[in-house]
């Protein structure tokens, strides 16, 4: 069974920076595309980043190009999500969870194996 545990959220001002944590356990975390997302109040759960195995490939949702930067250390079964230039919008709690193929769509339908979420608050 695939754990995913976040950490790292918290308060950040306006024009601050965080970076998210996911750690994995699991002889299945091996060899899958990951990815973040992000679910804010009255809103629908929103595709942030994903990262394929190798890391050699990455694809971003367009409000957070430039600003966020997803990463990954296999040897510590480890997903980043360094958050740059931090918004209010940017408020959710950000989930990481497990592609179901190579190059999934930016569709929850499309990942699997979610964290349990941890909350990013930008709030002056």
């Known amino acids: 069974q695939v754990q995913l545990v976040e950490s790292g959220g918290g308060l950040v001002q306006p024009g601050g920076s965080l970076r998210l944590a996911c750690a994995g356990s699991g002889r299945t975390y091996r060899g899958y595309t990951m990815g973040w997302f992000r679910h804010a109040p009255g809103k629908e759960r929103e595709f942030v980043a994903h990262?394929?195995?190798?890391?050699?490939?990455?694809y971003y949702t367009d409000s957070v190009k430039g600003r966020f930067t997803i990463s990954r250390d296999n040897a510590k079964n480890t997903v980043y999500l360094q958050m740059n230039s931090l918004k209010p919008e940017d408020t959710a709690v950000y989930y990481c969870a497990r592609g179901t193929t190579y190059w999934p769509s930016p569709r929850h339908t499309d990942f699997d194996s979610w964290g349990q979420g941890i909350q990013v608050t930008v709030s002056s």
């Open positions: 990262i394929t195995w190798s890391g050699a490939n990455t």
